[in-house]
C-alpha cells in the first residue's frame, strides 16, 4: 500500500466512523423518544381507565333516576291508600328497571330442560313424572350478564318416577 | 507517521468501527423491543378496557338483582291484592335501590337555600315571603353522583315579596 492510498483508506475509514458514531446516536434519541411515548401513554391510559369506568356507571346509574322516581310516586300513593295507582306504579317501575338492565346485556337464565351445573344450582330433588335431570320448578331465577352467570337459578330438579 | 504506527492507527480505527456498528445495532434492537413491548401493551389496554367497563358494570348489575326480586314479590302481592303487603314491598325496593346507588356515590341535589345554577333549574319564579333568589319547592329532585351533575333539581325560585 503506497503512502497516498494508505491516507485515503484512513480517511474512509473516518468517514465511516463519523457516520457510524451519527447512525447509533440517532437509533438513542428514537429510543428515548419511543421510551417516553410509552410512559405517556401508560399515564394516559391510568387516566382514561379511571374515567371510563366513571362515565360507564353514570350512564347506569343516570338510566335508574327515573326508576328512583317512579318508586317515590308509587310510595306518595301507597301513603294515601290509592292501591290502584301503587299496583300500576310497581308495574311500571318493574318495566323500567328490566328494560334498564337488559339495556345493559342482563337475561335471565334459562331454566325449562336439563339440569345445568353451569347456570342452575339444586336446592332439590323430588321424584316428578318428568325426566330424571331436568329442571320442574325455579325456586330463585338466576341471571347473566353476557356470558357471565352473575346468579344461578336456584331450582327443583326431578328424580325421574 | 511510520508505516508501522499508520498500520496500529488503522488497526484502532477498525477496532472503534466494529465497536460501533454493535453499539448501533445494539440500540436498534433495544429499539425493536420497546417498541414491540409499546404494540403489546396497546392491545393489552384496549382488552383491559373492556374488561373493566364490563366488570364495573357486572357489579353495580349484581346488587340490584335483589331490588327486582323484590319488585317481582310486590307484583305477586298486587296481582293478590294484598295492599298492605305491596306498600311494604314498595318501600323495601326503593330503600333497597336508593341504598345500592348511594354506594355508588349518587347523592341529592341540595335545595333548601339560595338558587344555585350549576344544580337547580328554575321552572318558575313566584312571589314569596322567602328572600328574592332563594329556592321555594322542588318539582323534581335533582342528583349528583360525585363531582358529576347527573340531573338538576327542578325548582320554583322566589322573587321576594
Redesign the interface.
Known amino acids: 500500500m503506497t503512502?497516498d492510498s494508505?491516507a485515503d483508506?484512513?480517511g474512509e475509514?473516518?468517514e465511516?466512523?463519523a457516520q457510524?458514531?451519527a447512525?447509533?446516536d440517532e437509533?438513542?434519541n428514537?429510543?428515548k423518544r419511543?421510551?417516553a411515548?410509552?410512559e405517556n401513554?401508560?399515564k394516559r391510559?391510568a387516566r382514561?381507565?379511571e374515567s371510563?369506568?366513571?362515565r360507564?356507571?353514570?350512564r347506569?346509574?343516570?338510566e335508574?333516576?327515573p326508576?328512583?322516581?317512579d318508586?317515590?310516586r308509587?310510595?306518595q300513593a301507597?301513603a294515601e291508600h290509592e292501591?290502584a295507582k301503587?299496583?300500576d306504579?310497581?308495574?311500571l317501575?318493574?318495566r323500567e328497571?328490566?328494560d334498564a338492565?337488559s339495556r345493559?346485556?342482563?337475561a335471565e337464565v334459562e331454566a325449562d330442560g336439563k339440569f345445568d351445573p353451569h347456570v342452575h344450582e339444586a336446592l332439590l330433588s323430588q321424584p316428578s313424572e318428568q325426566e330424571d335431570g331436568s329442571v320442574i320448578e325455579v325456586l330463585?331465577?338466576g341471571?347473566q350478564?353476557?356470558d357471565?352467570v352473575?346468579?344461578p337459578a336456584r331450582v327443583v330438579v326431578s328424580q325421574g318416577e
Open positions: 503512502s494508505r483508506a484512513m475509514l473516518e465511516r466512523l457510524l458514531e447512525e447509533r437509533r438513542l428514537d429510543l419511543v421510551a411515548d410509552f401513554y401508560r391510559v382514561d381507565q371510563l369506568v366513571a360507564a356507571h353514570e347506569l346509574v343516570k335508574l333516576l326508576v328512583l322516581d318508586l317515590e308509587a310510595l301507597a292501591e301503587l299496583a306504579g310497581v308495574q317501575v318493574y328497571l328490566r338492565l345493559e346485556g342482563l330463585q331465577k341471571y350478564l353476557g357471565r352473575l346468579r
